[in-house]
C-alpha cells in the first residue's frame, strides 16, 4: 500500500456519477474506478494516519481495512425510505472495537462529492451518556474548561450535534451553553472541495486538528468509561441478586 498521495479529479467525478447513477447496473461497470479512486486513498489516508492515531489512543482501531476503520459502500436499505444501494459519501473512522462504541468518542474523516470534513466526537450518545456528560460539567466545570482550552484559540472546528430546542438547565454560561444543550456532540471541520482535487497536505492537516483537539478526546472517553463501570456494577449487583 503506497503513500497518501490525496483524492485525484477522477475520485470526484466517480462520486458525482454515482449520485446521478445509483444503481447496481451503473456501479457493476465502475466498481473498478470505484475501487482505484476511492477505496485505495482511503485506505493509504488511513494507513498514514494509524500510527499517530495510536499515538492519542493505544486502542483505537487503525487497520486499514472496509469494516474495520472504512465504509461500505453498500447503504443498509432495510428500515430506509431511500432505497439507493450506494453510498454518495464515504469516511475512515478510527473507534475502540467494543460493544456500545457509539457511546465513546470517535475521531472521523469523510468525503462526499463537492466537499469532505474531519473531527471527533460521539457518532450518537445515548441520553444516558450525554446526561452523564452534563453532569461531569456541572459537578467540575474547570476540568471541562481546561480539557477545552483550544476552543477559542482556534477557526478550525466547530461545535456540532442536534440542539434540544428548550434549555435543559437555565443560566448556563455562554462558553458553556454550545456543548451543553445537545443530544450528542461532536468537532468537525467542513471544507468545500477546490478544483476537485484534495492534495497530500491534507494528512498534515489531519494530524494537526486531531492533535488539537486530542484533550477533548481523553475527557470524552472519561465520561464514556465511567458509563461503562456503571452499566457493569448494575450488571453485578442483579447477578448477585438472583444468586
Known amino acids: 500500500m ?5 483524492f485525484s479529479s477522477a475520485t470526484f467525478q466517480f462520486l458525482t456519477n454515482l449520485s446521478d447513477n445509483n444503481n447496481k447496473q451503473w456501479f457493476e461497470l465502475h466498481k473498478a474506478d470505484y475501487q482505484e479512486h476511492v477505496l485505495k486513498p482511503l485506505q493509504s489516508l488511513a494507513a ?3 500510527p499517530f492515531m495510536q499515538g492519542i489512543d493505544a486502542d483505537l482501531e487503525v487497520t486499514p481495512a472496509l469494516n474495520r476503520t472504512i465504509s461500505r459502500i453498500y447503504r443498509d436499505t432495510r428500515f430506509s425510505r431511500d432505497k439507493s444501494p450506494y453510498k454518495t459519501s464515504h469516511w475512515i473512522t478510527f473507534k475502540r472495537p467494543r460493544i456500545g462504541w457509539k457511546d465513546y468518542p470517535a475521531y472521523f474523516f469523510e468525503i462526499s462529492p463537492d466537499s469532505y470534513r474531519y473531527g471527533m466526537g460521539f457518532y450518537s450518545a445515548s441520553r444516558v451518556t450525554m446526561d452523564r456528560f452534563r453532569k461531569a460539567l456541572d459537578s467540575n466545570p474547570a476540568k471541562f474548561r481546561s480539557a477545552t482550552s483550544f476552543f477559542p484559540k482556534q477557526n478550525v472546528f466547530e461545535i456540532e450535534g442536534d440542539r434540544y430546542k428548550r ?3 437555565p443560566g448556563i454560561p455562554a462558553e458553556l451553553d454550545g456543548w451543553y444543550n445537545r443530544k450528542s456532540i461532536y468537532l468537525a471541520c467542513n471544507q468545500r472541495v477546490e478544483d476537485s482535487v484534495i492534495g497530500k497536505a491534507l494528512i498534515t492537516d ?3 486538528g486531531f492533535e488539537t483537539i486530542a484533550p477533548l478526546y481523553h475527557y470524552l472517553c472519561k465520561v464514556a468509561a465511567a ?7 448494575t450488571v453485578k449487583v442483579r447477578i448477585d441478586e438472583r444468586t
Not at 503506497?2 to 490525496?6: E, L
Request: glycine share 24%; no cysteine.
Open 167 to 169: 434549555p435543559l438547565k
Open 227 to 233: 458509563g461503562r463501570m456503571a452499566h457493569l456494577l
Open 2 to 6: 503506497g503513500k497518501f498521495a490525496g
Open 48 to 50: 498514514g494516519l494509524g
Open 206 to 208: 489531519l494530524i494537526s
